[in-house]
């Protein structure tokens, strides 16, 4: 089961986030180690539709995993978040070993309007 966690982004700033998936086993938390996975989070205006507003992944640059440690960071350009309307989306962040794809996180993708660009 995905965990639950709402995002706020700021519309023509640098947003970045970044979280570390963990194996809980016998209450010890350990590092999941990412090593051979990818991974993709897809923001649309909700769930189930069929347009995409932006996507983050390994593939694309806009998401990195750090194998040893189970981190993922994500980091969307100023220039991204400034073609965003702010509005409320949905988000989910899935991470694929090439043998199975796990949803870690989902939830609200919130922009909020910017008043300054750049």
């Given amino acids: 089961m995905s965990a639950k966690y709402n995002l706020v982004c700021d519309q023509a700033t640098t947003f970045n986030f970044q979280f570390q998936v963990q194996n809980n086993i016998a209450g010890t938390a350990t590092p999941w180690n990412l090593t051979g996975y990818t991974g993709t989070m897809t923001v649309r205006p909700f769930v189930g539709a069929s347009t995409t507003t932006v996507v983050a992944s390994t593939a694309n640059a806009r998401m990195t995993l750090t194998p040893g440690s189970g981190r993922v ?5 100023s220039a ?3 073609a965003i309307t702010p509005a409320r989306y ?5 991470l694929d070993s090439g043998s199975e794809v796990t949803r870690i996180l989902e939830g609200k993708f919130i922009v909020t309007g910017a008043v300054t660009t750049s």
């Fill in 73 to 77: 960071n994500v980091t969307l350009s």
């Fill in 80 to 82: 991204i978040t400034g």
């Fill in 90 to 94: 949905a988000y989910d962040l899935v």
